[in-house]
């Protein structure tokens, strides 16, 4: 069994919640803030062309836009979505490098058996290829 002291018990635990407090609210961030369209890593052009719509739909109700607002927000739309998927795709590349990064460095603190726990813990709660890194040194600690 693996001993800690209580400045490293200590150590995990905050960089545990940290993690952790990372993964929910980025989570939270693309699930509950941000389009449904782009909660989906698999979401295609079509899915993103109808939740454009409902938004406009939305707006177009909420701010009472005339029919010459409606037609400008639309042409806004249409023209800054290339920059939104682009910038997305980059912030979620460096979330998921971040993610695997940091599974890495915790691994380096755990034995083989919980190695693969953690794997198994992340696949339970993100999928089985989030923030995926297998480590194959394994140390036994």
């Known amino acids: 069994m693996i001993r800690l002291n209580e400045s490293t018990r200590a150590l995990l635990a905050v960089g545990s919640t940290f993690v952790m407090g990372f993964v929910v609210g980025c989570g939270a961030d693309r699930t509950l803030l941000s ?20 938004v406009l739909a939305e707006l177009r109700t909420e701010l009472r836009l005339s029919d ?55 696949a339970a709660r993100h999928g089985s290829t989030h923030g995926a890194h297998v480590r194959t040194d394994h140390t036994d600690h």
């Open 68 to 122: 010459q607002q409606f037609a400008r927000v639309q042409q806004i739309f249409k023209a800054r979505q290339g920059q939104i998927e682009t910038v997305w795709q980059q912030v979620h590349a460096d979330m998921q490098r971040a993610m695997q990064q940091t599974t890495a460095e915790i691994e380096t603190v755990l034995d083989s058996t919980q190695v693969q726990e953690l794997h198994a813990w992340i």
């Open 35 to 54: 389009a449904p369209s782009y909660a989906a890593i698999s979401s295609t052009r079509q899915d993103v062309a109808r939740h454009h719509d409902e």
